[in-house]
């Protein structure tokens, strides 16, 4: 199938970059989205008999019965074009090994030895291109003791300590709930590409950058991090509330709920002045004492809280200056002004499915001088691929680019 648009370069701080992206499922192809949001250049390489892994995780599917789209794969997938290649077949890999010469980044999530077994180890890699930046992402790390485990993210999520964290409480542990391992890996992925593109322009060579799904996990245990290695605590899930401040979390009132974060001595007492609350009242006067009489706390501000409804009490709380919120359900979020005024939600025509609606990326730009800034955003954007359709296109490509 032909390419839609012969198009090879778009705007973005990564226009002119090319990246090539081995990888499938999710850890990989975020940190291929994100580079394409940027406005690199990504050529996904997926196998010709199914494509990416995720092509066939649903449902959801949507379109026509005969060539059904999995929603999975448009998450990750926008702002790349699609090629075909069985790295079986040494036409095919004679191909993939033309786009590693003129690539800036490979992007690659197999198990280890994988790529080495089909012809592309890192040596051969660097042979073809010494500026070649290469990412790989791994489930356990690419080196160690249990490397060769495979990597799924509630795996992950388990071993490496965050649904530990997460739940009501120690005997109701529950894993985020989208994919947070796959997804963090590929941040911190594209985030190391990015430092070794700038490094590049000092030494003029490549790197390998390599992250794992137990290492995005444990660069995001933040607070509860250090209260196990310098505290010697051992953290439990804590529910909807914050185990260092309170009142700060969840609480119901009349035929809802509201969040509130209270998040300093000065908001406490604020709060406190706005529903007739006593702020030195015994084992509340201070933040450590809400925090080891918290449920004594919940009890006080929900009895004030109930013959308030949500949208009632957020209008009191923010006249009061409390930072508030409600719990919005996803379409409620993509409908929500806001979220729409920060280009949180996009449009691109898709082959198949015509006009649709993705969430955006999470980062705009602006061009600043003395007289202000500029939003320098990009704005158009590519839907996910079809298998293979800009085959022909890349291919074309490759022959008439030296």
């Known amino acids: 199938m032909s390419s839609t648009s012969e198009t090879t370069t778009r705007p973005g701080p990564l226009s002119g970059y090319t990246v090539v992206d081995l990888s499938r499922a999710l850890a990989g192809p975020h940190a291929g989205q ?25 449902p959801p599917f949507v379109g026509p019965e005969d060539d059904p ?12 074009e699609s090629i075909a290649l069985n790295l079986k077949d040494d036409g095919d890999k004679e191909v993939l090994a ?17 790529l080495t077994r089909l012809g592309f180890s890192t040596e051969r890699c660097m042979e073809l291109n010494p500026r070649l930046v290469i990412l790989s992402i791994t489930g356990f790390g690419h080196d160690g003791p249990e490397a060769s485990r495979a990597g799924y993210d509630q795996i992950a999520q388990g071993e490496a300590g965050l649904m530990s964290l997460t739940g009501s409480g120690p005997d109701d542990m529950q894993k985020v709930g989208v994919p947070i391992a796959d997804l963090l890996s590929g941040i911190y992925g594209s985030y190391g590409v990015l430092a070794a593109l700038l490094e590049r322009e000092r030494t003029g060579r490549g790197k390998v950058v390599r992250t794992s799904l137990i290492a995005g996990m444990v660069g995001v245990h933040a607070f509860q991090g250090t209260r196990a290695t310098v505290a010697g605590e ?20 009349k035929g809802g709920a509201v969040q509130i974060s209270v998040g300093n001595q000065n908001l406490w007492h604020k709060l406190c002045a706005a529903f007739d609350i006593e702020p030195e009242t015994q084992g509340m006067a201070t933040n450590a004492e809400r925090v080891a009489n918290r449920p004594a706390v919940i009890s006080v501000i929900e009895e004030r809280f109930r013959d308030y409804t949500a949208e009632e009490l957020l209008e009191k709380l923010a006249a009061a200056g409390i930072p508030s919120g409600i719990v919005r359900s996803l379409q409620e979020v993509y409908q929500w002004e806001q979220a729409l005024s920060q280009g949180l939600k996009i449009s691109v025509e898709h082959p198949v499915l015509g006009e649709i609606d993705l969430p955006g990326p999470p980062l705009r730009f602006f061009d600043a001088d003395t007289e202000g800034e500029t939003e320098s955003t990009p704005r158009e954007h590519l839907a996910p691929p079809l298998l293979n359709e800009h085959g022909d296109a890349i291919r074309r490509w490759l022959e008439e680019t030296p």
């Open 98 to 114: 033309q786009l590693i010469e003129r690539a800036d980044v490979l992007v690659e999530n197999f198990r280890g030895g994988v």
């Open 34 to 58: 994100m580079l394409g949001d940027l406005g690199a250049r990504v050529i996904k390489v997926e196998n010709p008999a199914s494509g990416d892994d995720s092509r066939s995780w649903g």
């Open 234 to 253: 051992n953290p439990a899930p804590g529910g909807n509330h914050h185990p260092s401040l309170s009142p700060y979390g969840l609480f119901h009132c």
């Open 69 to 80: 789209q999995a929603t999975y794969f448009f998450s990750c997938n926008r702002n790349k």
